[in-house]
């Protein structure tokens, strides 16, 4: 299957002059710098749930295949009805059923049992209820009224045979494994899984377990590689990096040549133990972005042999946001998808606040009963509880602003980032 072209060795690159940079600025970069990494391969389909679609698929068959009854009725060929108020057919013997069709041809004036599914023999283009019709003694009857083609399904008005069903870049849910199954899809192209490494930093993290006062948990990599897998993504945990400069290379040496791309929580600021801004600006091709949003720091960006490195603070809050705002679109750009923008609405606030302008704020939120936002009770981010609590995040923007109660604000549910 084909490989595509490395990264530009620029693509993170920022115009000179940039101090501290706009959210959109940030994103707008990510998205004109990045491309697809990975290379395609052929699947069975059965084993296509989110996975990314390397080429359009078309419909093998139409759906339906062939005209068909939407109901359980009785079918005949309408232009036998005439005008009178009450109509009344001969039913033929046999019926026609979903998986067994009925082969012979519904004389003119005469109706068949139909049920649903059932495809039209030929001879029937109208299907009446069967709650619409009395039965005796070989008869149907029933009012005037019934429209030409009634409860019939016509062949391909769903989707017709050769057309587009879904296109290149498009993630597969199980409702379009579903759809591509029901046109007679087996086999499709896709983007091979982007392989991603998660990296903690830190002297001071352990795993779970005994652990004395001056040490943390390392609470992000397993946070973050959960985001990583409800992306779609094939997790490759890279455990944790101490605050030596030669491990922390060393680690990433050996990560470049298995993965795709690279998220390491911590080290990303400029202070002495910020080791992985240190090294990425010594031996990558770093870029280190002060983006104006809360929570964050600097999101340090590089390519690693080639690999794209996204170093996400070690706040874990702030790393949580920075992922969902910043690596989740790139990484969908690097497997393969188009650039993906959360969806978000409007909602009344059942919160006050006061923002200063410059700074994008991430807050997060949850809707209550009332069908209205309400925050957490901090915007510390070291307060980790409140990712639990919240349902998703409100957005404000970079100007001053005061929110009441009962004004709109913007409010992304953690469903729009795939999570």
């Known amino acids: 299957m084909i490989a595509p072209p490395p990264l530009r060795d620029d693509c993170f690159a920022l115009p000179a002059g940039v101090d501290w940079t706009p959210a959109d600025v940030a994103l707008d970069r990510l998205k004109n710098g990045l491309s697809v990494v ?23 068959r139409s759906n339906p295949p062939a005209p068909n009854s939407a109901v359980d009725g009785y079918g005949f060929s309408f232009e036998c009805l005439g005008e009178n108020d ?7 013997d046999g019926r026609a059923a979903a998986g067994g069709p009925f082969q012979d041809e519904v004389p ?6 139909i049920l649903t599914g059932a495809i039209l023999p ?3 283009d109208t299907v009446i209820l069967e709650e619409d019709v009395s039965v005796a003694s070989g008869e149907i009857a029933f009012h005037a009224g019934l429209k030409p083609f009634a409860n019939t399904r016509k062949a391909g008005e769903d989707v017709n045979v050769n057309e587009i069903a879904l296109t290149a870049g498009h993630r597969l849910g199980p409702q379009d494994v579903g759809l591509l199954v029901a046109l007679g899809v087996s086999k499709i192209t896709v983007f091979k899984r982007l392989r991603v490494g998660v990296l903690s930093t830190g002297d001071e993290l352990v795993n779970a377990g005994p652990a004395e006062p001056w040490q943390t948990y390392d609470a992000n990599r397993p946070m973050l590689g959960g985001l990583v897998e409800n992306f779609g993504y094939a997790l490759v945990d890279l455990g944790q990096a101490p605050d030596d400069r030669s491990a922390l290379k060393e680690i990433l040496n050996q990560a470049a040549s298995h993965v795709d791309a690279i998220l390491i929580s911590g080290g990303a600021s400029g202070g002495d133990e910020d080791h992985v801004s240190a090294l990425l600006r010594e031996e990558g091709n770093m870029q280190t972005w002060r983006i104006a949003i809360k929570p964050g720091r600097p999101l340090a960006l ?15 809050v702030a790393a949580f946001v920075c992922s969902l705002i910043f690596a989740r679109p790139a990484l969908g750009v690097l497997a393969g998808q188009a650039w993906n923008e959360p969806q978000g609405f409007m909602v009344p606030a059942s919160f006050t606040k006061t923002k200063k302008p410059g700074r994008r704020e991430y807050l997060r939120a949850r809707l209550n009963t009332d069908g209205q936002v309400e925050i957490f009770k901090s915007e510390g ?28 604000v913007r409010f992304i549910p953690y469903s729009s980032f795939g999570i």
Not at 86 to 92: E, G, K, Q
Not at 108 to 113: D, E, S
């Open 86 to 92: 009450v109509h009344r057919l001969d039913l033929i």
């Open 108 to 113: 003119f004036g005469k109706a068949i049992r």
């Open 38 to 60: 990975c290379a395609t391969e052929e699947i069975d389909i059965g084993d296509a749930r989110g996975r990314v679609l390397s080429a359009d698929v078309h419909a093998k």
């Open 381 to 408: 981010s070291g307060r980790i509880s409140g990712l639990s609590w919240s349902t998703g995040l409100v957005e404000l923007d970079e100007h001053a602003q005061t929110i009441q109660p009962k004004m709109p």
């Open 302 to 316: 590089s390519l690693w042999h080639g690999v794209p490195v996204f170093g996400l603070p070690g706040n874990p």
């Open 122 to 124: 030929v001879g029937v």
